[in-house]
C-alpha cells in the first residue's frame, strides 16, 4: 500500500509535492522507524538539558555573583565544598583579647545634613569563639555603621568599594531610584546617595548587589535610626541588630546553599554568637532603657523578648504600639519579620542578670542568647536556661 499515489474522485493521479509541502489532501505522513528515533533524540536531549540545568545549581550553589544591581555585570567568588565548612562550638568562650561589638546607640548629633564616608571592605572577622569568616562588611564591622538622624534630616553617603567584587547600598529610610543610587559598583569606584529623611523608624540597610541574600548573609548590613518627633529621655539606649550566620569554610565567606535552603549556622545579636552573655549590658535597677531592635536577617523573623522585665513602651514601624497610660498595658515581645525595626522601653525591678533572647526558641540554642545585668551581680558560673 505504501507504493499507491492518491488519486482525485475522476482517477487521475495527484502530483505530491517535491518539497515535502503538506497540501490539503496530502497529510504528512512519518514513518514509525523514524518517528521512534526521533523520540528517542528528543529523550537524550532532555536527559542532556536536565544534567546542564543540574550542574548549573550545583555550581552556583557554591559561587557567589557579584553581579551590579544597575549593570548585570558579575564577579564570582567560588566556595569550597559545604563538608569543610566551620563549625560553631556554643560552648566555647571567647578568647582573652577579644571585644564586644559595642551595643550602645549614641543621641543624634543635632545636625541637620550628616555627610557619611562608607567603604565596602572584605575582612576575615571572629564571628563565634575560634571561628573566623570573610565577612563582606561596611566599615569593617558587622554590623555596619550606625546611622542615626531626625525626621527632615539630609543625608549624604559616599560609598567606597575598597573590596575585590562589586558592592552597593540600599538605605530602607530613603526614596530614590534603585537603579540610580543603588546601583553597583567595581572596586575602586564610588557613588555618591543622597536622601531625605521623610519618616521615622528603624530601618535597616544592606548591600543589594546580586544576589543579594549573599550579601546580607555574609555581613552587608547595618541600621539607621530616624527619630520620631517625639521621643521620651531615657537614662540608657542601645542597638540589637538580628541576623544568621551561614557558615562557610574556616576564613572564607558564608555558604550560599544555606542561605538558600534557609539553614543557619547560627542567630545572633550584633553580629557575633551569644557576645553579651560574655558581656552583659550594664544598667542599674529601675533606670529606665529603650532598646532599638532591627532584625536585618535575611530570612529569620525575630521575637526579642528580654525575660525578667515587661515592655511598656513598644514602638513598631514608624508607631507607637504601647505607650503607658491608665489600662497599664505590657508587651512580652516586639516581633519583627526580616527588614522590620522598632524600640522596647523598660526597667529593671531589681539587682540581677536578665536574659537576651528572641521568644523564638530553637535561634536561643544557636547563639541569639545574651544578657543585661542590672546592679552588682556575684557571679554564678553558669549559662542562662533561656
Given at each position: 500500500?505504501?507504493?499507491?499515489?492518491?488519486?482525485?474522485?475522476?482517477?487521475?493521479?495527484?502530483?505530491?509535492?517535491?518539497?515535502?509541502?503538506?497540501?490539503?489532501?496530502?497529510?504528512?505522513?512519518?514513518?514509525?522507524?523514524?518517528?521512534?528515533?526521533?523520540?528517542?533524540?528528543?529523550?537524550?536531549?532532555?536527559?542532556?538539558?536536565?544534567?546542564?540545568?543540574?550542574?548549573?545549581?550545583?555550581?552556583?550553589?557554591?559561587?557567589?555573583?557579584?553581579?551590579?544591581?544597575?549593570?548585570?555585570?558579575?564577579?564570582?567568588?567560588?566556595?569550597?565544598?559545604?563538608?569543610?565548612?566551620?563549625?560553631?562550638?556554643?560552648?566555647?568562650?571567647?578568647?582573652?583579647?577579644?571585644?564586644?561589638?559595642?551595643?550602645?546607640?549614641?543621641?543624634?548629633?543635632?545636625?541637620?545634613?550628616?555627610?557619611?564616608?562608607?567603604?565596602?571592605?572584605?575582612k576575615v572577622i571572629e564571628v563565634a569563639p575560634g571561628v573566623t569568616q570573610e565577612m563582606w562588611t561596611?566599615?569593617?564591622?558587622?554590623?555596619?555603621?550606625?546611622?542615626?538622624?531626625?525626621?527632615?534630616?539630609?543625608?549624604?553617603?559616599?560609598?567606597?568599594?575598597?573590596?575585590?567584587?562589586?558592592?552597593?547600598?540600599?538605605?530602607?529610610?530613603?526614596?530614590?531610584?534603585?537603579?540610580?543610587?543603588?546601583?553597583?559598583?567595581?572596586?575602586?569606584?564610588?557613588?555618591?546617595?543622597?536622601?531625605?529623611?521623610?519618616?521615622?523608624?528603624?530601618?535597616?540597610?544592606?548591600?543589594?548587589?546580586?544576589?543579594?541574600?549573599?550579601?546580607?548573609?555574609?555581613?552587608?548590613?547595618?541600621?539607621?535610626?530616624?527619630?520620631?518627633?517625639?521621643?521620651?529621655?531615657?537614662?540608657?539606649?542601645?542597638?540589637?541588630?538580628?541576623?544568621?550566620?551561614?557558615?562557610?569554610?574556616?576564613?572564607?565567606?558564608?555558604?550560599?546553599?544555606?542561605?538558600?535552603?534557609?539553614?543557619?549556622?547560627?542567630?545572633?545579636?550584633?553580629?557575633?554568637?551569644?557576645?553579651?552573655?560574655?558581656?552583659?549590658?550594664?544598667?542599674?535597677?529601675?533606670?529606665?532603657?529603650?532598646?532599638?531592635?532591627?532584625?536585618?536577617?535575611?530570612?529569620?523573623?525575630?521575637?526579642?523578648?528580654?525575660?525578667?522585665?515587661?515592655?511598656?513602651?513598644?514602638?513598631?514601624?514608624?508607631?507607637?504600639?504601647?505607650?503607658?497610660?491608665?489600662?497599664?498595658?505590657?508587651?512580652?515581645?516586639?516581633?519583627?519579620?526580616?527588614?522590620?525595626?522598632?524600640?522596647?522601653?523598660?526597667?529593671?525591678?531589681?539587682?540581677?542578670?536578665?536574659?537576651?533572647?528572641?521568644?523564638?526558641?530553637?535561634?536561643?540554642?544557636?547563639?541569639?542568647?545574651?544578657?543585661?545585668?542590672?546592679?552588682?551581680?556575684?557571679?554564678?558560673?553558669?549559662?542562662?536556661?533561656?
Amino acid at each position: 500500500m505504501s507504493d499507491l499515489h492518491p488519486v482525485n474522485d475522476d482517477g487521475s493521479t495527484i502530483a505530491e509535492p517535491d518539497d515535502g509541502e503538506v497540501t490539503p489532501s496530502r497529510q504528512r505522513r512519518d514513518p514509525v522507524g523514524w518517528t521512534m528515533w526521533s523520540i528517542a533524540a528528543i529523550i537524550g536531549i532532555v536527559a542532556l538539558l536536565m544534567a546542564s540545568i543540574a550542574l548549573g545549581r550545583k555550581d552556583n550553589g557554591s559561587s557567589s555573583s557579584g553581579s551590579g544591581s544597575g549593570s548585570g555585570a558579575s564577579t564570582a567568588t567560588t566556595q569550597p565544598a559545604a563538608n569543610a565548612d566551620a563549625v560553631i562550638d556554643f560552648n566555647a568562650k571567647p578568647g582573652a583579647d577579644w571585644k564586644p561589638y559595642d551595643p550602645t546607640l549614641k543621641p543624634a548629633d543635632g545636625a541637620t545634613e550628616h555627610k557619611i564616608e562608607m567603604h565596602a571592605i572584605e575582612k576575615v572577622i571572629e564571628v563565634a569563639p575560634g571561628v573566623t569568616q570573610e565577612m563582606w562588611t561596611f566599615n569593617g564591622t558587622v554590623p555596619g555603621t550606625t546611622l542615626r538622624g531626625k525626621v527632615g534630616d539630609l543625608f549624604t553617603i559616599t560609598l567606597f568599594n575598597d573590596g575585590k567584587i562589586e558592592h552597593s547600598i540600599d538605605f530602607h529610610a530613603s526614596k530614590v531610584a534603585w537603579n540610580v543610587e543603588m546601583r553597583s559598583i567595581k572596586p575602586g569606584e564610588s557613588l555618591v546617595y543622597q536622601f531625605k529623611a521623610k519618616y521615622a523608624g528603624a530601618f535597616m540597610y544592606h548591600c543589594g548587589t546580586a544576589p543579594a541574600l549573599h550579601h546580607i548573609g555574609n555581613g552587608m548590613y547595618g541600621a539607621i535610626v530616624i527619630d520620631p518627633p517625639v521621643l521620651a529621655p531615657v537614662a540608657h539606649e542601645y542597638l540589637i541588630v538580628q541576623s544568621e550566620l551561614y557558615t562557610g569554610p574556616m576564613g572564607q565567606p558564608g555558604d550560599l546553599t544555606k542561605m538558600q535552603k534557609q539553614q543557619p549556622d547560627a542567630v545572633v545579636f550584633n553580629g557575633y554568637v551569644s557576645q553579651y552573655k560574655f558581656s552583659p549590658i550594664r544598667v542599674e535597677p529601675n533606670e529606665r532603657v529603650r532598646v532599638w531592635v532591627v532584625d536585618d536577617g535575611p530570612s529569620e523573623n525575630s521575637s526579642f523578648h528580654i525575660v525578667g522585665t515587661i515592655f511598656d513602651t513598644v514602638f513598631k514601624e514608624g508607631t507607637y504600639d504601647l505607650q503607658p497610660d491608665s489600662r497599664n498595658g505590657g508587651s512580652q515581645a516586639l516581633d519583627l519579620q526580616p527588614a522590620q525595626g522598632g524600640f522596647v522601653e523598660f526597667t529593671f525591678d531589681a539587682a540581677g542578670l536578665y536574659p537576651i533572647v528572641t521568644h523564638k526558641f530553637a535561634n536561643v540554642g544557636k547563639g541569639a542568647l545574651g544578657l543585661f545585668q542590672a546592679g552588682e551581680v556575684a557571679a554564678t558560673g553558669s549559662t542562662p536556661s533561656h
